[in-house]
């Protein structure tokens, strides 16, 4: 059975910083990788997905990887800023594209100003 | 807006009761999936449809539980004799079939259920 976990569950960090945001999953047969925010109260906006046969993906300060064979990925946010702080949500997709995707709890990100 | 929308965004009801949510997913996905959330938790996957067909259900879905997608297009989720431990964000999202998109899911606002 598929488990996504993210480490850490908060982080709390001042405006400005690079930060790095980890999932793990145990098994490795993955069809793709996405990460979500999600603001409280709302529903979860898609900021980055990685395809298995892809390493990493980007979009303006976001960095996100992928390492199949260790069952990790990593969100990088470059520059933190206050508007960073939300929920961040990574999910993992088994090996068919029309199945569920599989969810980690998040981590709680606090960006101060 | 082209988003997936959902309706209502709040219900409150009385344990017992009957309870229909609403999902219009975005134009031409062909694949519409719910989940559900509790606070402090991720989204838990109920249901999947392609087209209107149901392809998979999650043992989460107990039979109090019922969701269609007809036509293919909106879906409604149904919870029946509703219990205070459904109280939750119900959450629709829709996914692409193909095309360099296929796989990545875009989600609505949610459908938020307090059963008293």
């Known amino acids: 059975k598929q488990e996504v976990t993210q480490i850490p569950a908060a982080l709390s960090v001042p405006e400005g910083e690079n930060l790095v945001l980890n999932c793990s999953f145990t098994?490795?047969?993955?069809?793709?990788l996405q990460w979500f925010r999600q603001d409280p109260g709302k529903g979860l906006t898609s900021l980055l997905l990685?395809?298995?046969?892809?390493r990493e993906q980007t979009s303006g300060r976001l960095n996100a990887s992928l390492d199949k064979s260790s069952g990790r990925s990593t969100l990088y946010i470059a520059a933190s800023q206050p508007g960073d702080s939300a929920t961040y949500l990574c999910?993992?997709?088994?090996?068919?594209?029309?199945?569920?995707?599989?969810f980690g709890k998040g981590t709680t990100l606090s960006v101060s100003s | 807006d082209t988003g997936v929308s959902q309706n209502p965004r709040h219900k409150i009801t009385k344990r017992g009761q009957n309870v229909t949510f609403r999902c219009d997913p975005i134009?031409?996905?062909?694949?519409l999936y719910w989940y559900r959330q509790t606070l402090g938790q991720g989204p838990e996957f109920l249901t999947y449809?392609?087209?209107?067909?149901?392809?998979?259900k999650s043992r989460l879905l107990s039979d109090r539980f019922s969701a269609e997608r007809p036509k293919g297009s909106f879906s409604t989720l149904e919870i029946q004799r509703t219990e205070q431990g459904d109280s939750a964000m119900y959450l629709c999202?829709?996914?692409?079939?193909?095309?360099?998109?296929?796989?990545?899911?875009?989600f609505g606002e949610g459908s938020r259920l307090t059963v008293l």
């Open positions: 990685i395809q298995s046969s892809q």
């Open positions: 999202a829709s996914s692409p079939g193909q095309g360099v998109w296929a796989g990545e899911l875009f």
């Open positions: 999910a993992v997709r088994r090996s068919q594209a029309g199945t569920a995707l599989i």
């Open positions: 098994d490795s047969a993955i069809y793709n």
């Open positions: 449809f392609q087209n209107e067909a149901q392809l998979e």
């Open positions: 134009s031409e996905h062909n694949r």
